[in-house]
């Protein structure tokens, strides 16, 4: 043990076996290192790696003076993820260390300059001497997912409900989204499959990611009653008149059969209604083979007037 002025430790040092071992001298040399003398009655025990050749063997052990090797680590490190990454490279100041002998290397795992992913990683570092003695410290680099995912909504649509019905069973696909780590769940309210009365209803949508981040869409859903889709189709002959795209007169024709469809769902009587729009695609197609209707447009008037037509029992 060695002392100061004042009698505080300064460092202390022990060798020797688990028998009676004696220093018997002590010798400060001019490198700063000391050499001790002394006997030993003990084996190849403690210190000593072999046995006693005698009854007290002589043995003589140099000590240098040195602090023992200490590390300290940054403080834990918080971070945002980089921009559309599940990570973040981080860089922390390095360590530093006191004491040991010669030349001390310290090693990071990660090291500074690692890409860390979101969530807490541990960093271990070790500093070793000259010797090879070793000293760890541990520190936490927390990176936080702080990015939104994308939510892409379904188009709006229209629905037909069946005929004498106020409500209808409504399906839709679910909408896409994506994130920069993980989409933890979609959700929709109301739910597909839901029962949605006559007009529209607002579907709102939410993704919600892996670190609680949500994003928002929502599109809407039109209920129409199968005499509300026929005087829809009715005014988009309008419009096509209004474009001059069909003269009033061809317009009228086609209206007067959706008018006796709709008068006759109004009373209940779903075949004349069925005969009256098979009456209004007939002459859909004539328009387009004539050429006086593009086929495109002719398609889809009548997917309109077959769309109502399923919705009739």
């Not at 500093?127 to 379904?154: L, N, W």
């Not at 009228?252 to 109004?266: F, G, P």
Request: a negative charge; aromatic letters at 4%; hydrophobic letters at 40%.
């Amino acid at each position: 043990m060695k002392t100061d002025r004042d009698g505080n430790q300064l460092w202390d040092f022990a060798v020797g076996t688990s028998a009676d071992d004696r220093m018997m001298g002590l010798l400060q040399n001019a490198d700063g290192t000391y050499t001790l003398g002394g006997h030993s009655s003990g084996g190849a025990t403690g210190d000593k790696s072999s046995p006693n050749f005698g009854n007290k063997d002589i043995w003589i052990v140099q000590v240098s003076e040195q602090s023992p090797l200490t590390i300290s680590c940054p403080a834990d490190i918080s971070v945002a993820n980089d921009p559309g990454q599940c990570a973040a490279i981080v860089n922390f100041p390095p360590p530093v260390s006191t004491g040991g002998k010669g030349a001390v290397t310290i090693v990071c795992t990660p090291a500074s300059g690692s890409s860390f992913p979101v969530g807490t990683t541990q960093v271990s570092c070790v500093a070793t001497d000259s010797d090879g003695i070793t000293a760890t410290c541990f520190f936490a680099v927390t990176v936080t997912d702080s990015t939104p995912p994308s939510i892409v909504c379904p188009p709006d649509f229209t629905v037909i409900a069946p005929l004498g019905r106020i409500s209808a069973v409504v399906n839709f696909s679910t909408p896409s989204a994506i994130d920069n780590c993980s989409i933890a769940a979609i959700a929709c309210s109301p739910v597909s499959g839901s029962i949605l009365n006559l007009g529209t209803t607002i579907i709102n949508c939410a993704a919600i990611d892996s670190s609680g981040n949500t994003a928002t869409c929502s599109f809407s859903v039109v209920l129409l009653s199968p005499q509300s889709a026929a005087q829809q189709l009715s005014s988009a002959l309008g419009q096509l008149v209004a474009q001059q795209i069909l003269n009033a007169g061809t317009a009228n024709a086609l209206t007067v059969k959706l008018q006796s469809a709709i008068q006759s769902m109004n009373s209940g009587n779903g075949t004349p209604a069925i005969n009256q729009l098979n009456a209004f695609i007939k002459g859909v197609n004539a328009l387009v083979v004539s050429g006086r209707l593009s086929a495109s447009t002719g398609q889809a008037l009548i997917a309109s007037a077959q769309q109502i037509q399923s919705s009739i029992p």
